[in-house]
C-alpha cells in the first residue's frame, strides 16, 4: 500500500516508522528541515525507538519504505490512506481546538479528487469534528482513531499499543485497524471500532482521566507539605489498594505537555450544557498546584531562582506546554532573578532570562534549584534543589 502521513511530529513520525516496514510511505510536512533530516534517517524529534529504527535502516539491517516531502501532491496522490497528524493547539480565545492544520490537509487531498483514499485524523480533535468534516467536504471515507503515545516513547507505543481505537465500521477502517495490529509487535492486542463521536470522546476522556490523577496526588502533596506530613508515607498507603495502584502517583508541578493541557480544556468545552463539576476542577488545579509551587520557592527568599531543564519530562525535547514554562511566567512577575540551565536550548536568553549550558556555573550561581524532576547530577547542591519528586520517575 502506498499510505501518505501528514505532520512529522512525535505522532506521525512514530506511524510513519511504524507503517514503513511493509508499505511504501510518503510523509508530508511544511518544515524543510525535518523533511531533509527524515531523508537522511536522522529523527527530527527524541524517541529511543525511531532511532534505533533509522540507525539500522542506515547500517542495512532494516528495511524502511520510507520517504519525505514538502510537495503534498506527490505525498497524497494515489496514496491508499492519508494519516492527518499536524498539531491542533488548544485556542483561549475560542475556548475550542484551533483545527486548520488538520481541515487544510484535508482541503488538499479533497483538491486532488483521490476517490479511492481514506483519510484518517489522528490529530487530536472535538468530539464531533469527523462528522462536521465529511459533510463540509462531502467525503464519506474519513474517519478518527486515536493516539495514545508517549513523548520520547512514541514508536514504543505502537509497536506495544495497550488498545486500537477506530472511530468507523468501515471496511477501510477495519483493513487499517488490521495495518497497525501488523505492524505491532504486541499479539493480539484489543482492537475496538465505535462510532466517530465516541472515538473523538475516548481521546479527551483518556486525557483527562490521567490529568486528573496528577492533579489528585499533586494536592495530596500540597496538603501533606502544609500539614507538615511526609508525602510519601501517605501516597504509598493510598496506592497499595489495588484499585488505586503505585503507577502515576509521583507528585510534580503540574501536568503539561502536548496533549493533557488542551485536551483537559477541550474536554471541558465540550461539556457545554452538560452539568459537571470534576473536568473543571482537573483543569483549575493544574493552575492553582503551579501557584503553591512557586509561593513554597519565594518562602526561601532565594535571591537568584536557578531552573533545572525547561524540558516536558526526562527523555523529552519538547518545551512546549511544560508545567514549568508557567512557573517561570509567575516567578519573573514577581520580579525573581532567575537562570535557566537547559543544554538543548539553543540560545543564551529566553524572553530576558538568562540560559546556560554549562552546569558547573548554574550550580554556583544558583540559590535555589527549581527542578520538577530529580537528577543525579544535582547531587552534589541537593541542598538547594527544590523538588517535589519522590519517585524519581514519571
Known amino acids: 500500500m502506498k499510505i501518505a502521513v501528514a505532520g512529522i511530529g512525535y505522532v506521525g513520525l512514530a506511524l510513519a516508522t511504524l507503517l514503513s516496514e511493509k508499505n511504501k510511505v510518503v510523509a508530508y ?11 537522511n534517517l536522522v529523527s527530527p524529534i527524541r524517541d529511543k525507538y525511531i532511532e534505533k529504527y533509522f540507525e539500522e535502516a542506515k547500517n542495512k539491517e532494516r528495511k524502511l519504505h520510507l520517504k519525505a516531502t514538502l510537495d503534498f501532491k506527490e505525498a497524497f496522490s494515489n496514496a491508499d490512506y492519508v494519516i492527518i497528524a499536524t498539531p491542533t493547539d488548544y485556542d ?5 481546538f484551533d483545527t486548520k492544520s488538520v481541515e487544510s490537509v484535508i482541503r488538499e487531498i479533497v483538491s486532488l479528487k483521490n476517490l ?3 483519510i484518517v485524523i489522528k490529530s487530536t480533535v472535538p468530539v464531533g469534528f469527523v462528522k462536521k468534516m465529511r459533510k463540509k467536504y462531502r467525503y464519506d ?11 520520547g516513547r512514541a514508536l514504543y507505543d505502537n509497536l ?3 488498545r486500537i481505537v477506530v472511530g468507523s465500521f468501515s471496511k477501510s477502517a477495519e483493513r487499517f485497524a488490521k495495518l497497525l495490529c501488523e505492524a505491532a509487535l504486541k499479539k493480539d492486542v484489543k482492537v475496538l471500532m465505535m462510532d466517530e463521536d465516541e472515538a473523538e470522546a475516548v481521546k479527551l ?5 490521567l490529568a486528573l490523577r496528577v492533579a489528585y496526588f499533586n494536592e495530596l502533596d500540597t496538603y501533606a507539605k502544609i500539614k507538615g506530613m511526609d508525602t510519601r508515607n501517605i501516597v504509598e498507603g493510598v496506592c497499595l489498594d489495588p484499585r488505586i495502584g503505585g503507577y502515576y502517583n509521583n507528585p510534580s508541578f503540574g501536568y503539561g505537555g502536548l496533549c493533557l493541557p488542551k485536551d483537559t480544556k477541550q474536554l471541558l468545552a465540550n461539556y457545554r450544557g452538560v452539568p459537571q463539576e470534576l473536568i473543571r476542577a482537573t483543569v483549575k488545579a493544574n493552575a492553582t498546584r503551579k501557584k503553591f509551587v512557586v509561593d513554597d520557592v519565594l518562602k526561601k527568599n532565594p535571591e537568584t531562582v536557578g531552573i533545572y531543564r525547561l524540558v516536558m519530562k526526562v527523555g523529552s525535547d519538547n518545551f512546549r506546554d511544560a508545567a514549568i514554562g508557567d512557573i517561570i511566567k509567575v516567578l519573573k512577575q514577581k520580579k525573581k532573578n532567575m537562570l535557566i540551565y537547559e543544554p538543548i ?7 530576558g532570562i538568562e540560559v546556560t549550558h554549562d552546569l558547573k556555573y548554574f550550580k554556583e550561581k544558583s540559590t535555589v534549584i527549581v527542578a520538577n524532576r530529580r537528577a543525579k547530577e544535582l547531587d552534589s547542591v541537593e541542598e538547594k534543589v527544590y523538588t517535589r519528586d519522590l519517585f524519581s520517575r514519571d
Open 29 to 39: 510536512d511544511v518544515d524543510p528541515e525535518k523533511v531533509e533530516k527524515v531523508n
Open 92 to 96: 483561549t480565545d475560542k475556548k475550542y
Open 116 to 118: 479511492n483514499t481514506s
Open 141 to 151: 471515507d474519513m474517519f478518527f482513531s486515536p493516539e495514545f503515545l508517549r513523548e
Open 160 to 162: 506495544y499499543p495497550t
Open 205 to 209: 476522556f483518556s486525557n483527562t482521566f
Open 345 to 351: 536550548f539553543e540560545g543564551n536568553e529566553l524572553d
